[in-house]
């Protein structure tokens, strides 16, 4: 076989569709790749968001609950210190608002 015969047979092959056809199978089948690789990253993102927010969602409602409880912890105190009597040495302790407490009393008779 003499090198042009070879030429001839490889330019035949790649024309008659086997190259041709091979190459583009080629860049198809990479083309679908990058697809489903991107696909695959976009689903793992979004699994992360979902996760995310349900771990921020479920913080959100943890600090509602500790705001909640502080702000009755800090109301009760509030009531305790308008009940304390100020006077500390004697033994007939009163507290400072004996005509808001008569009042108090009185509602809750009725």
Known sequence: M?????LITLITT????????????YK?????????NDK????????????????????RERLHETRTL???????TLMCRFY??????CTDREPPHTEIMKEFKQVFEK
């Open 2 to 6: 003499d090198v042009a015969t070879l």
């Open 14 to 25: 790649l024309l008659s569709g086997g190259g041709v056809a091979g190459f583009m199978q």
């Open 28 to 36: 198809q089948n990479k083309k679908a790749k990058e697809l489903e």
């Open 40 to 59: 695959a990253a976009s689903e793992q993102w979004r699994a992360l968001y979902e996760e995310q927010t349900k771990t921020v969602q479920a913080l």
């Open 70 to 76: 502080l702000e009755e912890e800090k109301r009760q």
């Open 84 to 89: 304390v009597c100020e006077k500390l040495d």
